[in-house]
């Protein structure tokens, strides 16, 4: 199906009308790289945890934060922590070159953003997720532990990284997924 076989398709959403359009597509231009963020492909198993963070291009403040608290590149009992937050673009006009000309020089002082040549929306967060992993493959594939996770979460790394030192029998070559349900509490 495409989005020239659909009689209705003007009268959608913009954001429904985009991810039908787009829906196919799976290269985009690569903004803002990091090709030396593991060290490079051969040096890449430096890396025991990477911590790739979902984030909107407005998203600043927030990145912030992470870059503060949990999500702080360091070296943590023994082993190094890497950061990378993944970022599409605003869909047009003058909030679009605004926010990729703060996004350049956030990428020039923390190197940690890799911003790709999409709209960044909901509809998108999969797209997104697919060409991280693509360009992970290329410069980061030796990297041992991967923890995805989104810009409005905490993780306690230093627990992540206590459990994945006690994986006696995983020296990084086998799939984990660990994970828990989220409950959410208080008034909504």
């Not at 799976?26 to 990091?34: S, T, W």
């Not at 963070?53 to 360091?74: V, Y």
């Not at 605004?98 to 909901?122: A, C, G, M, P």
């Not at 030192?165 to 509490?185: E, M, P």
Request: proline residues 3%; aromatic residues 12%.
């Amino acid at each position: 199906m495409s989005a020239a076989s659909i009689q209705s398709f003007s009268s959608f959403p913009e954001c429904m009308q985009d991810f039908l359009y787009y829906q196919h597509c799976r290269h985009f231009p690569l903004l803002l790289d990091l090709p030396n963020k593991c060290g490079g492909a051969d040096r890449s198993s430096e890396v025991f945890l990477l911590l790739v963070i979902k984030s909107g291009p407005e998203n600043h403040e927030r990145r912030e934060m992470l870059r503060k608290t949990w999500a702080k590149e360091r070296l943590q009992s023994g082993v190094w922590i890497r950061l990378i937050f993944l970022v599409g673009t605003t869909s047009s006009g003058f909030e679009r070159k605004r926010l990729n000309k703060v996004l350049e020089l956030e990428h020039s002082q923390y190197k940690d953003i890799l911003q790709w040549d999409f709209t960044d929306t909901f509809y998108n967060l999969t797209l997104k997720q697919v060409i991280f992993l693509e360009w992970f493959e290329r410069n980061c594939p030796k990297a041992r532990f991967l923890l995805n996770g989104d810009d409005d979460v905490f993780v306690n790394t230093n627990n992540v990284v206590k459990y994945l030192q006690s994986l006696k029998d995983n020296d990084g070559s086998k799939h984990l997924f660990a994970g828990c349900h989220i409950v959410v509490v208080g008034a909504s």
